[in-house]
């Protein structure tokens, strides 16, 4: 019998900014659960789209993390030199007949709703993205804190992009090769990928790689029910004094007491938060505000 792999997990941010409070969730979350399980952590950049990217954000963000306690025990994968690898799985994807090129604009997709069930191109001219057939099977899979999931790809997502028309690897295909290539067992990252993951089980098969568990942790919400971005200056996360973020992420999974309080330093604190940490605790909803806590556990601030 084969040893089971040492767990690792890791933290997978788009250098789209700073680091916000739920990125920080993200972080602190995938990292307090490869180690709880006597796992790994790696950081992998998704710089995968030159114009959706900051000058500087992602090195600021590496600093960041490292700021929060959290390095990565691995030199930090970064996608934009990972084309190669990307090129050989399209490559095997294209020879066996699951991938194909498609001129099909959002305009020419409008009557399904942005769903590509077939391709319907009014101009053969523009240059082709390339997508994956998508089989009219339903993907299973259970998620860690959100339960059992079902999405039936052909009637939720319809063939879906691998490579941009304009250039750019899709997520979805670099995401599954990266997972595979860094070994992780363990994806655990926020709700707002729950409905991309049925996408990357399918390619994971396709593509023979193993598949590794996923827990996807509740998003941080404003009142309004909308995700914190960058945008929201009201949730800026300060490097310089980790803590007052770190315990809100904390709280914010559903954990206990106040290992972040005092002045030592913050590799000390994130060991007492580990040693105190249980992902029972994790609240298994989708969303949630700061200052609703969902779980009873929260103590007082
Ligand atoms: N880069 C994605 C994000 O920042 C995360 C992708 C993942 O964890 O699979 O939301």
Same mark, same amino acid.
């Given at each position: 019998?084969?040893?089971?792999?040492?767990?690792r997990?890791?933290f *997978?941010?788009s250098?789209?900014?700073?680091?916000?409070?739920?990125?920080?969730?993200?972080?602190?979350?995938?990292?307090?659960?490869a180690?709880?399980?006597?796992?790994?952590?790696?950081?992998?950049m998704?710089?995968?789209?030159?114009?959706?990217?900051?000058?500087?954000?992602?090195?600021?963000?590496?600093?960041?993390?490292?700021?929060?306690?959290?390095?990565?025990?691995?030199?930090?994968?970064?996608q934009?030199?990972?084309?190669?690898?990307?090129?050989? /799985?399209?490559q095997?994807?294209? *020879?066996?007949?699951?991938a194909?090129?498609?001129?099909?604009?959002?305009?020419?997709?409008?009557?399904?709703?942005?769903?590509?069930?077939?391709?319907?191109?009014?101009?053969r001219?523009?240059?082709?993205?390339?997508?994956?057939?998508?089989?009219?099977?339903?993907?299973?899979?259970n998620?860690?804190?959100?339960g059992?999931? /079902?999405?039936?790809?052909?009637?939720?997502?319809?063939?879906?992009?691998?490579?941009?028309?304009?250039g750019?690897?899709?997520?979805?295909?670099?995401?599954?090769?990266?997972?595979?290539?860094?070994?992780?067992t363990?994806?655990?990252?926020? /709700?707002?990928?729950?409905?991309?993951?049925?996408?990357?089980?399918?390619?994971?098969?396709?593509?023979?790689?193993?598949?590794?568990?996923y827990?996807?942790l509740?998003?941080l919400?404003?009142?309004?029910?909308?995700k914190?971005?960058?945008?929201l /200056?009201?949730m800026?996360?300060d490097?310089?004094?980790?803590?007052?973020?770190?315990?809100?992420?904390?709280?914010?999974?559903?954990?206990?007491?106040?290992?972040?309080?005092?002045?030592?330093?913050?590799?000390?604190?994130?060991?007492?938060?580990?040693?105190?940490?249980?992902?029972?605790r994790?609240?298994?909803?989708?969303?949630?505000?700061?200052?609703e806590?969902v779980?009873?556990?929260?103590?007082?601030?």
């Amino acid at each position: 019998m084969t040893p089971n792999p040492r767990p690792r997990g890791r933290f *997978a941010p788009s250098p789209t900014g700073a680091l916000h409070l739920g990125s920080l969730v993200a972080a602190l979350g995938s990292w307090l659960m490869a180690r709880h399980r006597g796992g790994d952590w790696l950081v992998r950049m998704e710089d995968l789209d030159p114009a959706r990217e900051v000058p500087g954000a992602a090195e600021q963000q590496i600093q960041d993390l490292a700021a929060f306690g959290m390095t990565s025990d691995a030199p930090v994968l970064w996608q934009s030199r990972r084309g190669d690898a990307y090129a050989a /799985a399209l490559q095997r994807l294209v *020879a066996a007949g699951l991938a194909f090129e498609c001129r099909c604009s959002r305009s020419d997709l409008a009557a399904t709703g942005g769903i590509h069930r077939r391709c319907v191109a009014g101009n053969r001219q523009r240059p082709a993205a390339i997508r994956l057939r998508v089989p009219d099977q339903v993907v299973e899979f259970n998620d860690g804190l959100q339960g059992r999931q /079902a999405q039936s790809l052909a009637t939720d997502v319809g063939d879906f992009v691998l490579r941009r028309a304009d250039g750019p690897w899709a997520y979805q295909l670099a995401v599954v090769v990266d997972d595979a290539a860094q070994g992780i067992t363990d994806v655990v990252r926020g /709700a707002d990928l729950l409905d991309s993951t049925p996408r990357q089980i399918l390619l994971q098969r396709q593509l023979g790689l193993p598949e590794p568990a996923y827990a996807h942790l509740p998003l941080l919400v404003d009142a309004h029910g909308n995700k914190l971005g960058k945008s929201l /200056a009201s949730m800026p996360v300060d490097p310089t004094a980790p803590g007052p973020a770190l315990l809100a992420a904390w709280r914010f999974l559903g954990q206990p007491g106040q290992p972040f309080a005092g002045t030592g330093a913050v590799e000390a604190a994130l060991a007492r938060a580990l040693a105190d940490f249980d992902p029972r605790r994790i609240p298994p909803v989708l969303h949630a505000t700061l200052d609703e806590p969902v779980s009873g556990t929260v103590g007082p601030t």
